[in-house]
């Protein structure tokens, strides 16, 4: 199982960022995906899961803002992150499943003014 994840930064507060996670060494097609984050000094804490029928959940402290999505013909699945705050600020990763055992090295989200 590999997770790559890409298109974090630094945003000001009110701003958009697309999160991608490429993945590989499974069947990708087959497997629901998590987004979790993990700020400073806090624990993991999930965000959005997709499952491979398309039902998607959203944690409700990002509900409304952030969106997940997944193109099985390019193995990745996307986290679109709307109206960003302060507190959003953290490691996201993605991890295959439900369980964030198989999960990426992550990519930093910074917002900040």
């Known amino acids: 199982v590999r997770l790559v994840e890409s298109g974090g930064g630094l945003v000001q507060p009110g701003e958009s960022l697309r999160l991608s996670c490429a993945a590989s060494?499974?069947?990708?097609?087959?497997?629901?995906m998590t987004w979790a984050r993990q700020a400073p000094g806090k624990g993991r804490e999930w965000v959005a899961r997709?499952?491979?029928?398309?039902?998607?959940y959203t944690a409700e402290y990002v509900k409304g803002r952030f969106t997940v999505s997944r193109d099985n013909a390019k193995n990745t699945v996307y986290l679109q992150m709307n109206s960003l705050k302060p507190e959003d600020t953290a490691v996201y990763f993605c991890a295959k499943g439900e369980l964030l055992v198989n999960r990426g090295q992550g990519t930093q989200v910074t917002v900040s003014s």
């Open positions: 060494g499974f069947t990708f097609s087959s497997s629901a």
């Open positions: 997709i499952y491979p029928d398309g039902r998607t």
